[in-house]
Structures are given as C-alpha cells and as structure tokens.
C-alpha cells in the first residue's frame, strides 16, 4: 500500500508559477512510476505527466509540455511537479498517482487526495 499526499497549490495570476508535491507515506522495494493528472470541473480527470521510477524517463500531454516538468527525489520518497507560464484552463485539482511496472497515462492503483489549482485570468 502506497499513501500520497499532495500540498502545493493555491491560486496565482495567469503567467505565473507554482510548485506542487506529492509525498509517499511509505519507501517501497522498487520505485514506482509516479504521475500528475488533473480534472477540471465538468470534464474527465486527464493525464498530465509522468516519471518512470528508475532512469528518470519523463512523459507530458501535449498541453503542457515545455510548461510543466516533473521530477522526483527518491531519497525523499517525493515527486514534484513544476509549472510555468500557467495558463486559466489549468485551472483543477491535481492528483499525483502511483503505480509499479510499465509506464501508464490511466491505470494507477494509489492516488492522493488531491489540491487545488486556480489561475486567474
């Protein structure tokens, strides 16, 4: 059993910057993949990027690459998820999510609770 816990968001002008966390309760044998994804209200929860648990490979939707970039620090059992240049429809909660094996943009069995963004225009 893997426990997330996200913290990071909040509310910033459209052009701005934040900084989100996910932190797994519990170090693990293998490191998972770890994900962000997002749903805005009324729409369907989307994939956002991804981080495989060994080499570091990286994967973004094409809506945010070269704006968002996501890491993680195994030492501290935490993934992050930078964004820039941030724009009103990324306006949702952000939920980081796990999972052990292959890469996925859907199948996650671990998720946070998830946290706010909100960008004004």
């Known amino acids: 059993q893997v426990h997330l816990v996200e913290s990071g968001g909040g509310l910033v002008q459209a052009g701005g910057s934040l900084r989100l966390s996910c932190a797994a309760s519990?170090?693990?044998?293998?490191?998972?993949?770890m994900a962000w994804f997002r749903q805005a209200p009324g729409k369907e929860r989307e994939f956002v990027a991804a981080?495989?648990?060994?080499?570091?490979?990286?994967y973004y939707a094409d809506s945010v690459k070269g704006r968002f970039t996501i890491s993680r620090d195994n030492a501290r059992d935490t993934t992050y998820l930078q964004m820039n240049s941030l724009r009103p429809e990324d306006t949702a909660v952000y939920s980081c999510?796990?999972?052990?094996?292959?890469?996925?943009?859907?199948?996650?069995?671990?998720w946070g609770q998830g946290t706010q963004v909100t960008v004004s225009s």
């Open positions: 999510a796990a999972r052990f094996g292959t890469f996925s943009t859907s199948i996650y069995p671990y």
């Open positions: 519990e170090r693990t044998f293998t490191n998972p993949v």
């Open positions: 981080i495989s648990g060994n080499d570091g490979s990286t």
